[in-house]
């Protein structure tokens, strides 16, 4: 009987042991497929996360390709305006040089005509001077 009841134990405990080992088997397998799933939903998110950055990169550089295009043009403009207003400055300059050499012209002639005017009032001052030294004081 002895040989029995351990006979028995012993298929007890290898129906249990095998129990334990299925039950082992299944919380292993149980385990990984919930580690499996939340890998998949960590991907998922990071996935997720990324297509998020990628697409605010893109519109970053959209919006950079904008303004250095934009920037462009304004340089160009400012380049077109620069020429335009250093060509109204030569004008300018050159008008008012234009204008300086007539009003120095003009000046010069006036100049010409007063000292004319005034030799010939001192010229009659000194014509009379002279007659009058010559008539006899005496009449």
């Known amino acids: 009987m002895e040989v029995e009841d351990k006979t ?3 298929v007890l405990m290898k129906k249990k042991l095998h129990a334990s080992r299925i039950k082992a088997s299944e919380r292993e397998e149980q385990f990984s497929k919930e580690q499996a799933m939340k890998i998949k939903e960590v991907r998922g998110e990071y996935e997720e ?3 998020r950055h990628l697409s605010f990169i893109d519109r970053l550089l959209a919006d ?3 303004l250095s295009e934009k920037c462009d043009l304004l340089t160009q403009e400012l380049k077109r305006m620069e020429k335009m207003f250093n060509e109204s400055i030569a004008e300018v300059k050159r008008r008012h040089e234009l204008e300086m050499k007539k009003a120095k012209d003009v000046w010069h002639a006036s100049e010409k005509i007063k000292r004319e005017n ?3 009032v001192k010229t009659r001052e000194i014509k009379n001077t002279t007659i009058k030294g010559l008539e006899p004081e005496g009449e």
Do not use: G, N
């Open 118 to 120: 005034w030799m010939q």
């Open 64 to 66: 950079k390709q904008s």
């Open 49 to 51: 996360t990324i297509q």
């Open 8 to 10: 028995r134990t012993v």
